[in-house]
C-alpha cells in the first residue's frame, strides 16, 4: 500500500471550504455554484454539517426555472427549499482518519466529496476524489528519506504551545537588541511574526465570512483585512502567531 493510504485526510483537505446555510433561499445555491469554482457545497445549520449539495442538484434547481416571464429567484424560492435540495444524513470524516479511510467512504456511498468534521460535526474542511487521486499519485519517499524520517519528525510538526512560543518571541527580540544575531535568525522570526498577524486576522475574518453564508457585512470586514495584510499592517494583538506554529 502507498504509504500516503495511511496518512490523516486534514494533511490533503480544503480547509477555506464554501458553505451554505439550510435556512437560506435556495436560489442562493445558485448564485454560489455559479460565482465560484465548486462543485461540492456542505449544509450548515447552527454551524453544524447537517447535509450536502452538488453539481447535479444545480442541475435540478436550473431545470426549476421557468425559460420566459417571472423572477427566477423568487420562483425557485416558493418551490424549493436547501433542505429539500440536499443530500442528508451526510456521510462525513473526521481529522484523524485516514486517506484510505476516505477513499474506502467515497467508493462505498458512491459520493465524490467528504466533509471533514469534529466531533460536533462543525465544518473543518473538505476532501474529494482529486485530494484522494493526488494522495494516491505521489511518489513514494526514497529509503534513504525514509531511514532520516526520525531525525525529521520534529521538522514536520514544529508545533510550540503558546508559552514556548512567547519565550522565542522574547528571546529573539533580547538576541537582536544585543547585537547577538548574527545570522538574523532572531530578525527573521520577529519579522515574520509582524508580517503574519494582519494574515492571521484574514484566515479568522475568511473563516466567519465562508460559515455565515457570505453575510455582506463580514465581506467587507474580509477585504478591509486583505488590503492592510497587503499593506503589512500589524493587525490586531491577538493571534500573532504563524499559521500553525502554536498548538491550540
Do not use: C, W
Not at 435540478?60 to 433542505?83: V, W, Y
Not at 473526521?94 to 466531533?119: E, F, K, T, W, Y
Not at 503558546?162 to 533580547?174: K, L, N, W, Y
Amino acid at each position: 500500500m502507498n504509504t500516503k493510504a495511511i496518512e490523516r485526510v486534514d494533511r490533503i483537505m480544503t480547509q477555506a471550504v464554501l458553505s451554505v446555510d439550510v435556512a437560506e433561499p435556495a436560489a442562493n445555491v445558485l448564485r454560489l455554484f455559479a460565482g465560484y469554482p465548486i462543485h461540492h457545497l456542505p449544509v450548515l445549520s447552527e454551524q453544524k454539517v447537517v447535509g450536502m449539495l452538488s453539481s447535479a442538484d444545480v442541475m435540478k434547481l436550473q431545470a426549476l426555472l421557468p425559460r420566459t416571464g417571472a423572477a427566477g429567484d423568487e420562483f425557485l424560492n416558493q418551490r424549493m427549499s436547501i433542505a429539500r435540495l440536499m443530500r442528508a444524513p451526510v456521510v462525513t470524516i473526521q481529522p484523524q482518519q485516514s486517506i484510505a479511510d476516505a477513499a474506502s467512504l467515497m467508493a462505498s456511498h458512491a459520493i465524490h466529496a467528504l466533509p471533514v468534521v469534529d466531533r460536533q460535526q462543525r465544518l473543518l474542511g473538505i476532501v474529494t476524489t482529486t485530494d484522494v487521486m493526488h494522495a494516491a499519485l505521489a511518489p513514494e519517499a526514497s529509503p534513504e528519506a525514509a531511514a532520516a524520517g526520525d531525525n525529521t519528525d520534529k521538522l514536520r510538526d514544529p508545533r510550540l504551545s503558546p508559552a514556548e512560543f512567547e519565550q522565542a518571541i522574547s528571546a529573539a527580540r533580547t538576541a537582536v537588541a544585543a547585537g547577538k544575531d548574527p545570522q538574523s535568525i532572531a530578525l527573521a522570526l520577529l519579522y515574520l511574526q509582524r508580517r503574519v498577524a494582519p494574515l492571521e486576522h484574514v484566515l479568522r475574518t475568511a473563516d466567519r465570512y465562508l460559515s455565515s453564508g457570505q453575510d455582506n457585512a463580514l465581506h467587507t470586514a474580509l477585504l478591509k483585512d486583505i488590503r492592510a495584510a497587503k499593506l503589512g499592517s500589524p493587525g490586531p494583538t491577538e493571534g500573532t502567531t504563524p499559521f500553525g506554529l502554536v498548538v491550540g
